[in-house]
């Protein structure tokens, strides 16, 4: 093991580990709305529902901001990398001023909250940056400045920032905001269960019967009925649309370390080129700010992950001189074919169901946004900007046409590619403590594990959502499926939906 390997995980989750985890129901429950999955965008919904005077049981299968939401660079922003020049095309200005509209919304909403409930979570205003290095990207950075500033943020294009190296360019958009997302929405938690809400933790919902009233069963076997359910948990677990056609994962790697205050950007940054950096900075301890930088983004199950993590350690050493790496950790995201999250009924033909999902990397800002807009809906009432973010909006398929295609081709060669004979096949006495890798045997694809200890483990190489093989991330000791980004332990546990059901064992 390397000096990276040792490196302590999510920033977020070491500084802010929460307390004792609120339990299962140990009986069957009966609220007004159910919220499945406690990240930003589940208890945001949570809190806007209990403040409106709704019984509310947000119900998460690990902890509380345990998920993506503890894993993300934090930063609050309506600036969602390049996405105004591309929705003025596809949406029209008119969708792009919504999305500007909803996400500033969703950011001063998040202010309130801080304010209200008095939450020590590190905020601090800033401004947020796309930029470029490479001068033959400046004219997309100033058609986005443009676009961004037609569609109301205070953008504009600029040649100059505070980093430590030279850009070419940059579109830099003021007022916007970064913070502890766990501290926040642990904060949050504590008040919205002093307010009557419940919370659950270490419980999975693994089913949904759609009716008056909603029906969820948990993986203990308890029932909770309620007249509404939210489905928050990242990619949908329940997708009776097939949102997952739209949505694909991507994941990404960041890592962290202490960097003087004098010398770490105060400003939030990110470009698309290498492969994306992003970098920002939090307080620290007297006299050092963290640097954050997240990058190398890859489809979960398709990359060498430690030689990812070497890189953008790397990149990050090189252009922070005297930046000590302390923690590493990786996210996961889901772009949506169209770059707009899909916040909505949970189907055509639903009534009482609702989905927020695709997020794209942007979930702070989107996740608070979807909670004030499912809040509403629940509540019959329709903001503006509903349609635009709308699961079931028209035309979407026509519009996304390309991205869709592109997805479905990716999914159906790890469908169909994985099942076909592989060239070379070591056995499984070849995998060195630590190594996974999926064999055959017996005309079956075997998930083979070698732990610690030198015990070999093996669970079924078919994923459990929609029977996509399973490749080894070494780096992070997980099983993970390219097609929809499903997750599982080395002994097949679900890590991550969308399945919510553990890779069978198998006899070794
Ligand atoms: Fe869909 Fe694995 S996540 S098949």
Known sequence: MNAQQELPGSYWLETAPGGEPAPPPSRDLAVDVAVVGGGMAGLSTAWELVRRGHEVAVL???????????????????????????????????????????????????????????????????????????????????????????????AGFVTGTELPYPVAGAVRVTGQAQFHPVKYLLGLTEELRRRGGIVHEGTRVTGLTEGTPCVLTTDAGVRVRAREVVVATHHPVFDRALLFTRLSPRRELVVAGTLGADRAPRDMYITTEQ???????????????????????????????????????????????????????????????????????????????????????????????????????????????????????LGSVVREGWSFLK????????????????????????????????????????????????????????????????????????????CHGSRFAPDGRVLQGPAVRPLEKREV
């Open 60 to 154: 998460e299968a690990g902890r509380i901001a345990g998920g993506v939401t503890g894993r993300t660079t934090a930063k609050l922003t309506a600036l969602h990398t390049l996405v105004y020049d591309r929705l003025r095309r596809t949406r029209g200005r008119e969708g792009a001023r919504l999305y500007a509209h909803s996400q500033s919304a969703a950011i001063r909403r998040a202010a309130e909250t801080v304010e209200e409930v008095g939450i020590e979570c590190a905020w601090e205003e800033a401004a947020a940056c796309t930029y470029a290095e490479d001068p033959r990207h400046v004219p997309q950075l100033r058609a986005e400045a443009e676009a961004a500033r037609e569609a109301g943020l205070p």
């Open 275 to 393: 492969n994306t950096r992003s970098v920002r900075s939090a307080p620290h301890t007297d006299g050092t700010r963290l640097l954050i930088v997240a990058g190398e983004h890859f489809t979960p199950g398709t990359a060498d992950v430690e030689e990812r993590f070497g890189r953008l350690a790397a990149w990050a050493e090189s252009r922070f001189p005297g930046l000590a790496l302390s923690h590493r950790w990786a996210t996961q995201d889901n772009d949506s074919t169209d770059s707009v999250p899909l916040v909505g009924p949970l189907h055509p033909g639903s009534h009482h169901a609702y989905v927020a999902t695709g997020f794209g990397g942007w979930g702070l800002s989107g996740g608070i946004m979807a909670g004030e807009l499912i809040a509403d809906l629940v509540e019959g009432r329709k903001p503006e900007w509903a349609d635009l973010y709308d699961p079931r909006r």
């Open 407 to 482: 997805n479905q081709a990716h999914v159906a060669q790890h469908f169909v590619g994985d099942r076909l004979p592989s060239v070379t096949t070591p056995s499984p006495e070849e995998l060195a403590p630590g190594d996974g890798a999926v064999l055959r045997v017996g005309g079956h694809r075997y998930a083979f594990h070698r732990d610690g200890g030198g015990l070999l483990h093996a669970v079924s190489a078919r994923c459990t959502h929609l029977g996509c093989i399973v490749a080894f991330n070494r780096a992070e000791q997980a099983w993970e499926c390219p």
